[in-house]
């Protein structure tokens, strides 16, 4: 099996520093590449043809706050894979248009914790193949993480290493592996349904939140991730202030009453049947509230019409975590009439 081993400082001209800030520096003894840019991107020049690789970086954080962790199967510089290490974490976070999206991605499907991860070196490897990953630390056998639903496809891409705000980096090695059997999960949208999510929207085009529009235009339609989330990053650019709308219509043969339930991120008007039912935001604001979606952050109680009832937002994005939208019913799976 062939193998790819680079230092950072030593082997740099190996390696596309683009606009990362990346200097030389020391820790605790060892030479090794200073981060401290949030969502810098060093990308490896050699291209690895493999179709399975382990691909593993020597990293350290030396505070509180500070991640860093291995780029892959990138499609363009902000479109890829991405698991990292954090103070307290490891997590899964694919890159959409940009943009970070653990507040979508969150729960032991794409994270686990761990206890304090500052202040020494670690081992970070990721085994990537063509329908999932598997992701180990320092010489522990039992994997930490098993993603056998990459979000981005399993497409082959690009490799590097990331970071968000001060990290070191020495080492990046890729080695060539024999494929691994693993099993790729898929979005099963009419379970989702069954538990109530509503799992089919419009989205319209995104503007300005202090736009005044008599229309929303160039209408979308767009199904939610495996948890039930509509993730409005895999379908546009977050920029501070851009904003859409989202509408789900369904229709039920009864009048019936349930619970609605949703979670959110960044900022949220929720109508129901033309009715506001919520305004509010929910952020990354450490340590009162992390911006993570789940569908139990908020919840109403609704009278739902016999005949075509509506679910409308306005959604905000505020900042580049994740940006999206989960509401469940308390309803059975319905009968969605968007578009018709």
Same mark, same amino acid.
């Given at each position: 099996? *062939? @193998?790819?081993?680079?230092?950072? +400082?030593?082997? =740099?001209?190996? *390696?596309?520093?683009?606009?990362? !800030?990346?200097?030389?520096?020391?820790?605790? !003894?060892?030479?090794?590449?200073? $981060?401290?840019?949030?969502?810098?991107?060093?990308?490896?020049?050699?291209?690895?043809?493999?179709? #399975?690789?382990?691909?593993?970086?020597?990293?350290? +954080?030396?505070?509180?706050? %500070?991640?860093?962790?291995?780029?892959?199967?990138?499609?363009?510089?902000?479109?890829?894979?991405?698991?990292?290490?954090?103070?307290?974490?490891?997590?899964?976070?694919?890159?959409?248009?940009?943009?970070?999206?653990?507040?979508?991605?969150?729960?032991?499907?794409?994270?686990?914790?761990?206890?304090?991860?500052? /202040?020494?070196?670690?081992?970070?490897?990721?085994?990537?193949?063509?329908? %999932?990953?598997?992701?180990?630390?320092?010489?522990?056998?039992?994997?930490?993480?098993?993603?056998?639903?990459?979000?981005?496809?399993?497409?082959?891409?690009? +490799?590097?290493?990331?970071? *968000?705000?001060?990290?070191?980096?020495?080492?990046?090695?890729?080695?060539?592996?024999?494929?691994?059997? $693993?099993?790729?999960?898929?979005?099963?949208?009419?379970?989702?349904?069954?538990?109530?999510?509503?799992?089919?929207?419009?989205?319209?085009?995104?503007?300005?939140?202090?736009?005044? $529009?008599?229309?929303?235009?160039?209408?979308?339609?767009?199904?939610?991730?495996?948890?039930?989330?509509?993730?409005?990053? @895999?379908?546009?650019?977050?920029?501070?202030?851009?904003?859409?709308?989202?509408?789900?219509?369904?229709?039920?043969?009864?009048?019936?009453?349930?619970?609605?339930?949703?979670?959110?991120?960044?900022?949220?008007?929720?109508?129901?049947? /033309?009715?506001?039912?919520?305004?509010?935001?929910?952020?990354?604001?450490?340590?009162? #509230?992390? !911006?993570?979606?789940?569908?139990? *952050?908020?919840? =109403?109680?609704? @009278?739902?019409?016999?005949?075509?009832?509506?679910? @409308?937002?306005?959604?905000?994005?505020?900042?580049?975590?994740?940006?999206?939208?989960?509401?469940?019913? /308390?309803?059975? =799976?319905?009968?969605?009439?968007?578009?018709?």
């Amino acid at each position: 099996m *062939f @193998r790819l081993e680079r230092d950072l +400082i030593e082997d =740099a001209a190996g *390696f596309d520093l683009g606009e990362s !800030g990346a200097v030389p520096g020391e820790y605790l !003894g060892r030479k090794a590449l200073y $981060l401290e840019k949030p969502g810098a991107t060093i990308w490896l020049l050699e291209e690895v043809p493999y179709t #399975s690789c382990r691909i593993e970086i020597e990293v350290a +954080i030396p505070g509180p706050v %500070g991640f860093a962790g291995i780029a892959f199967n990138a499609q363009d510089e902000r479109n890829y894979e991405l698991v990292y290490l954090g103070p307290i974490e490891i997590q899964y976070d694919p890159i959409w248009n940009g943009s970070m999206t653990w507040q979508i991605y969150n729960g032991p499907l794409y994270q686990k914790p761990l206890p304090d991860m500052t /202040g020494a070196w670690f081992k970070l490897a990721v085994e990537v193949h063509p329908e %999932g990953a598997i992701v180990y630390l320092n010489d522990d056998p039992e994997p930490q993480l098993v993603l056998s639903n990459l979000q981005h496809g399993g497409e082959r891409g690009r +490799i590097g290493l990331w970071s *968000f705000l001060p990290a070191y980096a020495s080492r990046l090695s890729v080695t060539e592996l024999p494929p691994a059997p $693993l099993e790729r999960r898929a979005t099963d949208l009419q379970r989702l349904a069954e538990e109530g999510y509503v799992v089919e929207w419009r989205v319209s085009s995104p503007y300005l939140q202090d736009e005044q $529009l008599e229309a929303y235009e160039g209408w979308m339609k767009a199904t939610v991730e495996e948890n039930g989330t509509l993730n409005l990053n @895999r379908l546009y650019a977050a920029q501070h202030g851009v904003t859409v709308q989202v509408e789900s219509a369904f229709e039920l043969p009864e009048e019936t009453e349930t619970i609605l339930s949703y979670g959110y991120s960044d900022c949220i008007r929720l109508w129901i049947n /033309g009715e506001e039912v919520h305004e509010g935001d929910w952020r990354w604001r450490p340590p009162a #509230s992390d !911006g993570r979606i789940v569908s139990d *952050f908020g919840s =109403a109680s609704v @009278r739902w019409r016999s005949g075509i009832n509506t679910i @409308r937002a306005e959604l905000t994005n505020c900042e580049a975590f994740g940006w999206g939208i989960c509401v469940k019913t /308390g309803l059975p =799976a319905v009968t969605y009439t968007n578009g018709k």
